[in-house]
Nanobody
Framework: QVQLVESGGGSVQAGGSLRLVCAAS????????MGWYRQAPGKQREFVAA???????TYADSVKGRFTISGQNDKNTVYLQMNSLKPEDTAVYHC???????????WGQGTQVTVSS
């Protein structure tokens, strides 16, 4: 069973930075994609960024130029560097792992990011 462990959330002021880390364990499968989604109170979960196995990156328009996703396929680990944070970035950030072998999606429990103005 794939388990995702997220870390790095916290509280910062607008303009600050945070780095999220997500590590997958419990599997020898490598990821097809691995990335981040977020959910703010009263809103649906939305895509933030993803890293493909060929290291192609994809970003939501709202975070382009501010967030950078990177990772290590052989370690099933991804990082999300978040700069120039805005209050609207406040949400619970969930890691997603899509298995290259099965195509199944797995989710982490989430880490809270709070940005104050």
């Amino acid at each position: 069973q794939v388990q995702l462990v997220e870390s790095g959330g916290g509280s910062v002021q607008a303009g600050g930075s945070l780095r999220l880390v997500c590590a997958a364990s419990g599997t020898t499968h490598r990821f097809n994609t691995m990335g981040w989604y977020r959910q703010a109170p009263g809103k649906q979960r939305e895509f933030v960024a993803a890293l493909a196995s060929d290291f192609t990156t994809t970003y939501a328009d709202s975070v382009k130029g501010r967030f950078t996703i990177s990772g290590q396929n052989d370690k099933n680990t991804v990082y999300l560097q978040m700069n120039s944070l805005k209050p609207e970035d406040t949400a619970v950030y969930h890691c997603n792992f899509n298995s290259r072998v099965t195509g199944n999606d797995y989710w982490g429990q989430g880490t809270q990011v709070t940005v104050s103005s």
